[in-house]
């Protein structure tokens, strides 16, 4: 093998490339401070199993117990209005190979991305990703507090322009500062889903295909996704 050869780079010509954009969820992680984390425990243990197998085989089920704002999360619009598509009314092209179009803002610049930010740029169609470097932080209490965000501006030129979804590195998409989300609001009344604490966005760039799929849950407003990119 070359030695030579960059960390991450294919290994093939025309091989697709995928960098993680998820946080990691661990058993207690707290993602928005006042929720709880999940708890993860054995519902069937191993022992159990091999007491019920003829051969001895042994299976483990988890029980999880969380709320659906956990690691990195996708809101639909039910998350904010009772009329709107929940989980399971999630159109995939919104959420699947969706091609990127990146927003460089870090946060030591000024923590509101303002409709500037997106000015000329293609949106129609396009996994709009907010990259500010604030994922940093996670894992510690400065992540909660006087985080990046989205202007209300902002929001309501991303829902009139069509984009397919909308995705930040930050706690939230609205300033949590004050006890108003009008971010929420504009792209969620618009049909647009929303994907918080994303990570990684150092490693995306405009061309790259977005995914973030959640389960389809009916009657479920928000849930984690495991989302990531497939690199040009």
């Known amino acids: 093998m070359d030695g030579h050869r960059r960390r991450g780079a294919c290994p093939r010509p025309h091989c697709v490339r995928r960098v993680e954009l998820n946080q990691i969820v661990t058993p207690g992680v707290t993602t928005y ?5 999940p708890v993860v425990c054995d519902y069937w243990t191993r022992e159990q199993s091999a007491a019920r197998y003829d051969d001895g085989e042994t299976f483990q089920i988890e029980r999880v117990e969380m709320v659906g704002n956990t ?3 996708l809101d639909t619009p039910y998350h904010r209005f009772a009329h709107g598509h929940d989980l399971a009314g999630l159109p995939l092209e919104r959420v699947a190979g969706v091609l990127v179009m990146i927003v460089r803002r870090p946060f030591a610049e000024g923590l509101a991305v303002d409709a500037d930010a997106f000015a000329g740029r293609p949106i129609r169609g396009r996994a ?3 990259h500010t470097g604030w994922d940093a932080h996670w894992g510690t209490p400065a992540y909660f507090d006087d985080h990046p965000f989205l202007t209300e501006s ?3 030129l991303l829902a009139d322009e069509g984009a397919a979804v909308v995705g930040i590195d930050s706690h939230n998409i609205d300033d949590t500062r004050a006890m108003r989300r009008p971010v929420h609001t ?9 994907v918080e604490h994303l990570t990684n966005l150092d490693a995306v760039a405009d061309g790259a295909r977005f995914y ?5 849950f009916q ?3 928000t849930f984690p996704v495991r989302a990531f990119a497939e690199l040009p």
């Open 128 to 130: 709009v990703l907010v």
């Open 71 to 73: 690691g990195t999360y």
């Open 33 to 37: 401070k006042g929720l709880p984390g």
């Open 219 to 221: 009657g479920v407003g």
């Open 212 to 216: 973030a799929v959640p389960p389809r």
């Open 154 to 156: 902002a929001a309501r």
């Open 186 to 194: 504009a792209l969620l009344g618009g049909g647009v889903p929303i």
